[in-house]
């Protein structure tokens, strides 16, 4: 980011959010992690930075920081699976873990299956995969069974 922005983010004015706090339209969640803050249907901020990057949480998978807004996984885990700290369950039942989309974490980015939304919860959007599996498109997997080997997120499906 050039110098010229980052001045212009420390001069921009603060308003009051629903939180509570003085919060700028756009500031950093962290080092390299700049957020625009999203206006809520009265046109203020429902929170500040400060309060969003409270709810920032770690990759069940690679320990990775995942932010507000921020694609998320819902892998399933071993049955024997430990969970680090940090981590979210989505799904205690199920064993789903709340993971990054990261290159190196998920298998493909069709893997998507929620974002992570104040104050702290996944909001399921269906992964293109699960909105492919209408039934009339069943027959193509089994037709091509073992493309299914290679999609993590069949795992995670009811
Ligand atoms: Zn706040
Ligand atoms: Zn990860």
């Known amino acids: 980011m050039n110098i010229l922005k980052r001045v212009l ?3 921009s004015p603060r308003k009051l959010a629903e939180c509570g706090h003085l919060t ?6 962290d080092e390299g992690v700049l957020l625009k803050m999203p206006k ?3 046109g203020t901020f ?3 930075h400060e309060c969003l990057k409270k709810m920032t949480i770690k990759c069940t998978w690679c320990q990775e920081k995942i932010y507000i807004g921020d694609r998320i996984t819902l892998y399933v885990a071993e049955e024997d699976f430990m969970a680090p700290d940090g981590a979210v369950c989505y799904n205690e039942e199920k064993r789903q873990y709340v993971g990054c989309l990261s290159y190196d974490c998920a298998d493909s ?9 104040p104050p702290g919860k ?5 992964s293109p995969f699960e909105k492919a599996l209408k039934p009339e498109s069943l027959f193509l997997f ?3 069974p073992n493309i299914l080997d290679n999609i993590k997120s069949l795992k995670a499906l009811p």
């Open 109 to 117: 980015a069709a893997d998507i299956q929620g974002i992570w939304m």
């Open 24 to 29: 700028k339209r756009t500031d950093f969640l």
């Open 46 to 48: 429902d929170y500040c």
């Open 122 to 126: 996944v909001m399921r959007i269906p």
């Open 40 to 42: 809520n249907n009265k």
């Open 9 to 11: 983010i420390g001069l």
């Open 142 to 144: 089994q037709m091509f």
